[in-house]
């Protein structure tokens, strides 16, 4: 299974294009789930997992892998299904890297990697009881797909993110460009934690689901007037819906009204290669979710700028 996730390489190239490429996996029933690649840094047949008393009930235990200890996550649980059948024949743990951790996702099975464009994702459905933990969905094979929102899974275990230091909140001051930030993510979790962080530290929010609703909102705002009297800065997940992040980047460059808005894609994927692939979309700056100093740090340093510093 390691062997589909050999040619990450090839995968960068789909920066601007708008395609995104999503492993599948099943959790005890004949739904399919997803979740990015970019994610993924392995898949193993579940080993024999240690358990830990004091865990939170989703932690179906821990195992050694790669000279390090990880917590494997029950995602059936987490999503309020039976448990996985641990240890059985065919279950998998899939070795994820986001949000600056490493953790094991307990699957039933593992389907197959599929290559997609962005605009075939959709926002997912409401009224289910686990569209809670969805952030979007899409068609494959005419099958339904649910993407997981592995950022509330997370949380869950976690707990919610702290808040931004005294320190920093303290020295936020008002001068230099307008105190108003689009944050543009398709997380739920992630918009709080964005939009709470950025009010502990004075600063206002324009907040989107996907990068095609960014982009449209800063394309009506730019027909009011000049887009900079009307905010300082872009935030923007990379893995959204209709329009990913790297495509709004892009797309913000090449309009006229737009194109010298400071932006920072601020993902939950793994930093190793985002600088990289960050610059050759046109983003000024890549951050790694989540640290609400280090976004604060990040907002007050170009938005406390004068105009002529950029």
Known sequence: MSSLLDDVD?????????????LLFTLGTRQLFAINVFKVREVITCPALSRLPSAHPIIRGVATLRGKTVSVV??????SMSPVGSGERGSFVILTEFNRSVQGLLVASVDRIINLNWDQIRPPPRGTHKDSFLTAVTQVDDRLVEIIDVEKVLEMVTGPARD???ALVSSSRGGGRVRCALVADDSTVARKQIVRALTQIGV???????GRQALDKLL???????IEQQIGMVISDIEMPEMDGYT?????????????????LHSSLSGTFNETLVRRA??????????PDELAEAVLGHLQMGDDAK
């Open 282 to 291: 046109g983003a000024d700056r890549f951050l790694p979710k989540f640290s």
């Open 74 to 79: 029950d995602l059936a649980q987490a999503l």
């Open 204 to 210: 206002e929010s324009v907040v989107v689901n996907d």
């Open 164 to 166: 931004v230091s005294d």
């Open 220 to 226: 009506e705002m730019a027909a009011q007037g000049p």
């Open 248 to 264: 709004l980047s892009a797309a913000i460059r090449k309009e006229p009204a737009l194109s010298g808005l400071y932006v920072v």
């Open 10 to 22: 090839r995968r960068t190239q789909m920066v601007g294009q708008n395609r995104l490429e999503l």
